[in-house]
């Protein structure tokens, strides 16, 4: 329910860890691209973006990943799992 509720109320910054290519094939409206293998090399800039960071990726593998090293840094964040599900919520 905070997942639905923060996307619906545009709360938060949508990150998307797939790959730029992936991105580039499609992805949810006003998420930003961070691959997973940059996300601890840029935790300070996550630090500075509007919370919850809500997670997104392909699958939900990814983004489970992402939300566990976040979390390890005390930043607020919710795993979505799909970027179609952030998707299907925007629409």
């Not at 930003?32 to 090399?41: D, K, Q």
Request: aromatic share 4%.
């Amino acid at each position: 329910m905070k997942l639905r509720n923060s996307i619906e109320n545009n709360e938060g910054t949508i990150i998307d860890v797939r790959t730029p290519a992936e991105f580039q094939s499609g992805h949810a409206v006003g998420s930003i691209n961070i691959p997973l293998h940059e996300i601890i090399r840029r935790i300070q800039e996550l630090q500075k973006m509007k919370t919850p960071l809500i997670l997104c990726c392909a699958s939900g593998g990814r983004s489970a990943q992402a939300s566990y090293l976040l979390s390890q840094h005390k930043i607020e964040c919710l795993d979505a799992g799909s970027w179609i599900n952030i998707h299907s919520l925007q629409a």
